[in-house]
């Protein structure tokens, strides 16, 4: 793992332990990445609630309860899709922050609308609003677009953590 993803993920650690806050994670795209980052830091089992990694479209409706129709409207990588995966990993796991990542890895898979290196972010607090991110890191390898999904994803709940 890359030392700026450790260097966030101790930031994210050490800001929700000050906090009392718990996190969790709704991954496609990035498979558990972001979650085996926050739990590569010592002492993360004191703040990390949960990680669900929903890689199908199964896995978001019976996991995260991402309703099939929203699937068919807008497809897994989506802001919606993204929107209904953080509420849902809030919903179902005792977190007060949940990060939700779906997007198009590569190197396959893409199309005009929705090109490779296109990911779907959102951050949802218990009780709060949720911020919702579009990135198009562009035609990287899919270890760059899924470490830079990672980086973005700590980055959103440190600010969460820190508004």
Not at 5 to 10: E, M
Not at 57 to 66: C, E, F, G, I, P
């Amino acid at each position: 793992m890359d030392i700026t993803y450790n260097v966030k993920a101790i930031t994210l650690v050490v800001k929700a332990k000050e906090r009392g806050h718990r996190v969790a994670t709704a991954e496609s795209c990035t498979g558990g990445l972001v979650s085996a980052a926050i739990t590569d830091v010592p002492g993360a089992s004191d703040v990390f609630e949960r990680g669900f990694v929903t890689y199908s479209n199964d896995a978001k409706t019976d996991m995260l309860r991402v309703p099939e129709a929203l699937l068919a409207a807008h497809g897994a990588v989506s802001a919606e899709t993204a929107q209904a995966m953080a509420k849902g990993a809030l919903e179902r796991s005792l977190a007060d922050i949940a990060v939700a990542i779906t997007g198009i890895a590569g190197p396959g898979g893409g199309s005009a609308q929705k090109p490779v290196g296109l990911v779907h972010f959102a951050c949802a607090r218990r009780g709060g609003d949720i911020v919702l991110l579009e990135r198009r890191f562009g035609p990287l390898s899919r270890r760059d677009i899924r470490q830079a999904a990672v980086d973005q994803a700590l980055d959103l709940m440190i600010a969460a953590l820190s508004s």
